[in-house]
């Protein structure tokens, strides 16, 4: 009997070390991907990622402040510069009103970036909880949100203050998302608040990149553009959601 338990204890010991050294010799990009696909939290970024376009700059071209805004983006979003200024910056120069932010989300539909819909349903399918987290604006996110099935409770993103007669009035600058570590400082409360054990995070900006840690994984997308400071940051860059499909696939064949 004693020798019969010191066969299984020493099985045991072999097997826990093969599995401690299969994990040891992951490379970061195989590290992520098991992470993925174990996850039970991911978080999506929304411009350039879950849809084609940056909101902001899309709403800048409708308030004809389109040329100035987008370079204030690309510089925000290659690091260039803290978000919260660059938010600033843009917004003191759109100064949306209420009228126009309406009439915006009529004539503009959203574009969903192609295999979102699917990544998201089959998420969900695998009982992974789908979050939000963006810096664009809430009242451009929630149409995204309704089309993907996203509960507007996970949305994390910036609000637009307007006054009564419904001109721009600012930002809601107590948003997390208004500056940079926002999005970092979104997961960490997720993860305390609801003690996600495995979450990723998914995006093609610099606020995504530094989201991990807290988050337990960042993938870097680049399938509507292409940012090569945040291709450097990402053990895992991707430019076709299918790849990230195929990939939770690989667990259940």
């Given at each position: 009997?004693?020798?019969?338990?010191l066969?299984?204890?020493?099985?045991?010991?072999?097997?826990?070390?093969?599995s401690?050294?299969s994990?040891?010799?992951?490379?970061?990009?195989?590290?992520?991907?098991?992470?993925?696909?174990?996850?039970?939290?991911?978080?999506?970024d929304?411009?350039?990622t879950?849809?084609?376009?940056?909101?902001?700059?899309?709403?800048?071209?409708?308030?004809?402040?389109g040329?100035?805004v987008?370079?204030l983006?690309?510089?925000?979003?290659?690091?260039?510069?803290?978000?919260?200024?660059?938010?600033?910056?843009r917004?003191?120069?759109i100064?949306?009103?209420?009228?126009?932010?309406?009439?915006?989300l009529?004539?503009?539909?959203?574009?969903?970036?192609?295999?979102i819909s699917?990544?998201?349903?089959?998420?969900?399918?695998?009982?992974?909880?789908?979050?939000?987290?963006?810096?664009?604006?809430?009242?451009?996110?929630?149409?995204?949100?309704?089309?993907?099935?996203?509960p507007?409770?996970?949305?994390?993103?910036?609000?637009?203050?307007?006054?009564f007669?419904?001109?721009y009035?600012?930002?809601?600058?107590?948003?997390?998302?208004?500056?940079?570590?926002?999005?970092?400082?979104?997961?960490?409360?997720?993860?305390?608040?609801?003690?996600?054990?495995?979450?990723?995070?998914?995006?093609?900006?610099a606020?995504?990149?530094?989201?991990?840690?807290?988050?337990?994984?960042?993938?870097?997308?680049?399938?509507?553009?292409?940012?090569?400071e945040?291709?450097?940051?990402?053990?895992?860059?991707?430019?076709?959601?299918?790849?990230?499909i195929?990939?939770l696939?690989?667990?259940?064949?």
């Amino acid at each position: 009997m004693a020798l019969y338990s010191l066969k299984n204890n020493l099985q045991y010991a072999t097997l826990k070390t093969l599995s401690l050294v299969s994990i040891s010799v992951m490379s970061p990009q195989q590290s992520v991907q098991e992470i993925f696909r174990t996850a039970d939290c991911v978080c999506f970024d929304v411009d350039s990622t879950v849809i084609q376009d940056e909101g902001i700059d899309e709403l800048a071209n409708f308030c004809g402040k389109g040329d100035e805004v987008k370079r204030l983006t690309a510089e925000a979003m290659g690091g260039n510069m803290t978000f919260q200024e660059a938010l600033k910056k843009r917004l003191d120069i759109i100064r949306p009103s209420v009228s126009q932010v309406r009439e915006f989300l009529e004539k503009f539909p959203v574009r969903l970036t192609p295999g979102i819909s699917q990544l998201v349903k089959a998420l969900q399918d695998r009982g992974v909880i789908v979050y939000l987290v963006s810096g664009g604006f809430r009242s451009l996110i929630e149409p995204v949100a309704e089309k993907l099935g996203i509960p507007s409770s996970h949305i994390f993103a910036n609000r637009l203050k307007f006054y009564f007669n419904g001109e721009y009035a600012g930002f809601d600058e107590n948003e997390p998302t208004s500056r940079s570590g926002g999005k970092g400082l979104v997961i960490r409360r997720l993860k305390e608040q609801h003690g996600y054990q495995r979450l990723i995070m998914i995006g093609d900006g610099a606020t995504d990149a530094e989201a991990s840690p807290p988050a337990d994984g960042f993938i870097g997308f680049g399938g509507n553009v292409t940012r090569e400071e945040v291709r450097k940051k990402a053990a895992w860059y991707v430019t076709d959601f299918q790849e990230l499909i195929q990939n939770l696939t690989i667990q259940t064949k």
